[in-house]
């Protein structure tokens, strides 16, 4: 995995350091959008939150994360393989737990094309669907069989 780690960040022109190295290992490891709050909680006994800030920052910029909005603010998901720093491929849609609160993005559910009025250019698009996760669901459905 450090191999990885260490090839994505070459691969974006990016050095190696201890705090992104961490992030990101923490990105892969949690598989789900997290919150810079998130990161810190996992992240401050060895980092700071602004260098952790900074980190998302740089990682946003380089096209190594794209930003989720959800109803408690920005949290940050890994991207695919083909974004660069020019160029970010986020059509996806993002799923919300109400339960667990974990964000995910599903990648094969596409955002439709939106026809805009004339002279406006849409610049970035974000869709939230929010409600339970399959974990959720299914363990609200057994406690409720329970009863």
């Known amino acids: ?13 990016l050095r190696s350091t201890g705090c992104r190295e961490e992030v ?3 990105f892969l490891a949690r598989a789900t959008a997290l919150s ?17 800030y900074r980190t998302l920052k740089t990682f946003l910029e380089k096209g ?7 109803d408690e ?4 998901a890994l991207c695919r393989e083909h974004c660069t720093e020019d160029d970010h491929h986020h059509d996806h849609v993002h799923f919300k737990c109400n339960e667990c609160g974990q964000t995910n ?14 002279g406006y250019r849409a ?5 939230l669907i929010q409600g339970l996760c399959a974990d959720c669901a299914k363990s609200l459905d057994g406690r409720a069989r329970a009863f």
């Open 64 to 70: 190594i994360i794209h930003k989720v909005l959800d």
């Open 123 to 127: 610049q970035e698009t974000n869709l």
């Open 24 to 26: 990101l290992q923490t």
């Open 73 to 76: 603010g920005a949290r940050y």
């Open 1 to 13: 995995m450090e191999q990885t780690i260490n090839d994505t960040l070459r691969e974006h022109n």
């Open 36 to 52: 810079h709050g998130d990161l810190e909680g996992d992240l401050k006994d060895r980092f700071d939150r602004v260098t952790i």
């Open 105 to 118: 993005c599903l990648e094969n559910l596409h955002v439709p094309a939106v026809q805009l009025p004339t």
